[in-house]
């Protein structure tokens, strides 16, 4: 029996450990596929991560050895190259690694912090051909920046997300020739100032309400056509625009990786697919917590870190049987509100919840109501979907009610 | 002249809007903190950018670098070059200067290799 099997080594997976080691439990065991601790961090190279915990920017590998470092001075254990295979409802972990073979452990507590995949391209259903020369922008940069390849020369990138815009900065330094970021919606999903220092900073366009509708070449991509799409997301078949290209990067949306949460018996957000968890980041199985983008995709890594640490911490006072009064309170959304982290309340303590918005809105309050009745409300110049938003709750607003509503309301 | 510029420093990126006179800014609206104040100030005279990028290590892998310090936009490429034709000695700490004094910065390691 093991007090506390973390599945995960990432910004959530070791930020998640150090908390409860922090909180007393040693016995603790960290599960990562790959061979290096770290998660995705190791090949986002750019700068940005760390302003809000470190109050610098640091870069994504200094990020994660800031973690690193710390799991090694506390001598917390964890197993490299281990496929963790299931996990079922009563804390048993089954994985596998070249040392130990198929290997099982029970644990006390287990934290669920695989992080998320890319949508692929055999999601989004582009007619043409199958060529070389089309990668999801991770898998892209993962060659440039861990392996020294440059995926090709001429490149169009459909997707504004971040990963989007920072591999077609690094692709135009590396001497390639970024032609186009498209994008779907008329918004970009990506921060501002990666729309900045990544596209405009090199002349690159960003044609918002763009798709790719076709894709050439036999061997190897040779170009793509894109349109402009209508209010419907429809293309619109005038506005067709042939771009020579050997390669397509997608950034098209990032998904939690929650086939271990689902044979735990764990229940998932439709909106998230995440888990559904409380402010202790506590699933519906007593026992397993989740955190870091396998609960809901972040912007930030620093968020990771925060929301890590409340479930490390929690689930440490939960392998020290500490039971605190429990309450029951629901959290729904009116749908311009998409979703909230947690989703649900169950002790009588102040909580920050944090959720996105479906589309831009200007001028908005995101106001909470109660039993009917108005309880909390906070004023937002502007928010958008790529940005997620927070408010503290205190806990006077959980008492004498089982459901609170998230609205947000024009001002 | 009136300049609109999205801040770079921090993820919450401001829209600003700059009020420039003979080269010389006069005013900056839309800043949250004061770093906002001092990008935008710089980005109308002299902008200036961070840098990162890989090099090639003796033993052909790639280490992660960066400059310690912005170094001016348009140097972004001169500097790329010098890095893309310079390699790196095993091993490598976090924070080992690789290259020194490259318009006006060092070239430091960010990963141990």
Not at chain 1, 375 to 391: I, L, N, Q
Request: some cysteine; overall charge negative; hydrophobic content about 40%.
């Amino acid at each position: 029996m093991t007090d506390l099997v973390i599945v995960g080594s990432g910004p959530a997976g070791m930020s998640a450990a150090i908390a409860a080691y922090e909180a007393g439990i040693r016995d603790i065991l960290i599960l990562e596929r790959d061979n290096r601790l770290g998660g995705i961090l190791g090949q986002c190279i750019h700068n940005g991560f760390g302003l809000h915990r470190f109050g610098e920017e640091l870069t994504g590998p200094e990020y994660a050895w800031r973690y690193e470092e710390k799991v090694r001075a506390m001598n917390i254990p964890f197993k490299l190259g281990t496929m963790v295979l299931d996990i079922s409802e009563d804390k048993v972990i089954t994985a596998t690694n070249e040392e130990d073979g198929i290997f099982q452990i029970k644990a006390k507590a287990i934290i669920l912090a695989m992080g998320c995949r890319e949508r692929s391209k055999g999601a989004l259903n582009i007619a043409g051909t199958r060529p070389a020369g089309i990668f999801s922008a991770g898998t892209a940069q993962k060659f440039v920046n861990i392996e020294g390849y440059m995926p090709g020369k001429n490149v169009v990138i459909l997707g504004s997300g971040d990963i989007g815009l920072i591999m077609a900065r690094r692709m135009t330094l590396e001497g390639a020739k970024v032609h186009a970021v498209c994008e779907l919606m008329p918004y970009s999903g990506g921060l501002a100032r990666n729309i900045e220092q990544c596209l405009n900073d090199f002349g690159i366009p960003l044609k918002l309400s763009h798709t790719v509708v076709e894709i050439h070449g036999k061997e190897r991509l040779t170009g793509v056509t894109i349109a402009k799409v209508d209010e419907n997301r429809r293309p619109i078949p005038e506005t067709k625009e042939y771009i020579t290209c050997d390669t397509l990067l997608l950034s098209v949306g990032l998904i939690p990786e929650n086939e271990l949460s689902k044979s735990a018996g764990v229940s998932l957000d439709r909106v998230t697919s995440g888990a559904i968890v409380d402010q202790d980041r506590q699933t519906n199985i007593e026992g397993i917590y989740a955190c870091g983008n396998v609960l809901h995709v972040h912007d930030l890594v620093d968020y990771v870190s925060e929301e890590a640490e409340i479930a490390g911490k929690s689930a440490a006072a939960y392998i020290r049987g500490e039971k605190a009064e429990s309450i029951s309170v629901g959290i729904k959304t009116d749908g311009k509100i998409r979703y909230t982290v947690p989703q649900k309340i169950t002790q009588n303590k102040d909580v920050n919840v944090y959720f996105r918005v479906s589309d831009v809105f200007r001028n908005v309050t995101v106001a909470v109501y109660k039993n009917g009745e108005k309880v909390f409300t906070k004023k937002r110049p502007k928010v958008a979907p790529g940005e997620m938003e927070s408010v503290k709750l205190s806990c006077e607003i959980f008492s004498d009610c089982n459901e609170l509503e998230f609205r947000l309301e024009q001002n | 002249m009136k300049r609109e510029l999205t801040c770079i420093i921090c993820p919450i990126g401001c829209s600003l809007e700059v009020e420039i006179e003979d080269g010389v800014v006069k005013s900056v609206k839309g800043n949250t903190c004061i770093r906002g104040k001092k990008y935008a100030e710089t980005e109308c005279t002299a902008p200036m950018r961070t840098v990162t990028t890989t090099m090639k290590c003796d033993d052909g892998s790639v280490v992660p670098v960066k400059t310690d310090a912005p170094i001016p936009k348009e140097k972004m490429f001169e500097l790329m070059e010098i890095v893309n034709n310079s390699v790196a000695h095993l091993p490598i700490s976090v924070g080992d200067v690789i290259i020194e004094n490259v318009f006006g910065c060092n070239i430091v390691a960010t990963k141990n290799m």
